[in-house]
């Protein structure tokens, strides 16, 4: 599977680094509130659970699940939720936490979804990865572990068609392979 890797970005060693960082400050910036942390499945799903088990604070977990990519390397423009129930938000503070901010309109489109239908106290966005790049909508994510170039990652979650989600560590997949 490493041989379709055409570099790898940030070892695992450096990505636990950067997780305790960013969880140091969330866990200050969070203390005495009402937390309800908000994964968006499938590729936050590792990099969640290396962030909160750094969190001493006594939050919550609820997850949304929606849907871009069907699988390509370019976003379709629609996302689409594919849960019947919202998480019980009203009236916490809510993290959202996803793998990458690419396009923005994932998480556009979640943020929009819980201002309207679920009364959070307040939403912020905690992204592992955020790429430079022009978004279609302009995102503020208060939390960014690593800015990256505008290429197509993969592994710590992050997948290709399903697959290198397992991967330690955070890579570009080779062109050739695509
Ligand atoms: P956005 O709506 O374009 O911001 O896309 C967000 C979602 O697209 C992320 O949560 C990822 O699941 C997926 N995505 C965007 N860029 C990449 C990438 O480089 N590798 C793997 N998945 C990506
Ligand atoms: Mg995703």
Same mark, same amino acid.
């Given at each position: 599977?490493?041989?379709? =890797?055409?570099?790898?970005?940030?070892?695992?060693?450096?990505?636990?680094?950067?997780?305790?960082?960013?969880?140091?400050?969330?866990?200050?910036?969070?203390? /005495?509130?009402?937390?309800?942390?908000?994964?968006?499945?499938?590729?936050?799903?590792?990099?969640?659970?290396?962030?909160?088990?750094? =969190?001493?604070?006594?939050?919550?977990?609820?997850?949304? *699940?929606?849907?871009?990519?069907? /699988?390509?390397?370019?976003? *379709? /423009?629609?996302?689409?939720?594919?849960?019947?129930?919202?998480?019980?938000?009203?009236?916490?503070?809510?993290?959202?936490?996803?793998?990458?901010?690419? *396009?923005?309109?994932?998480?556009?489109?979640?943020?929009?979804?819980?201002?309207?239908?679920?009364?959070?106290?307040?939403?912020? =966005?905690?992204?592992?990865? *955020?790429?430079?790049?022009?978004?279609?909508?302009?995102?503020?994510?208060?939390?960014?572990?690593?800015? =990256?170039?505008?290429? &197509?990652?993969?592994?710590?979650?992050?997948?290709?068609?399903?697959?290198?989600?397992?991967?330690? &560590?955070? /890579?570009?997949?080779?062109?050739?392979?695509?």
């Amino acid at each position: 599977m490493d041989e379709e =890797i055409d570099k790898i970005l940030y070892e695992a060693d450096a990505i636990q680094g950067r997780i305790e960082e960013m969880a140091a400050r969330i866990t200050e910036d969070y203390r /005495g509130k009402e937390l309800t942390v908000v994964a968006v499945l499938t590729g936050a799903l590792i990099f969640t659970a290396d962030l909160l088990r750094r =969190i001493p604070l006594p939050l919550k977990l609820d997850c949304v *699940s929606v849907a871009s990519y069907h /699988g390509n390397m370019e976003t *379709s /423009g629609e996302v689409k939720f594919d849960q019947l129930s919202l998480p019980d938000i009203g009236g916490r503070h809510v993290l959202i936490v996803d793998d990458i901010l690419d *396009s923005g309109l994932t998480l556009d489109a979640i943020m929009a979804k819980f201002h309207k239908e679920c009364g959070p106290l307040s939403v912020r =966005i905690c992204v592992l990865l *955020s790429k430079k790049r022009m978004r279609r909508k302009e995102i503020a994510a208060e939390y960014v572990g690593f800015e =990256i170039e505008d290429e &197509f990652v993969v592994g710590y979650g992050m997948d290709y068609e399903e697959r290198y989600r397992n991967l330690p &560590f955070i /890579g570009v997949l080779r062109l050739e392979d695509h």
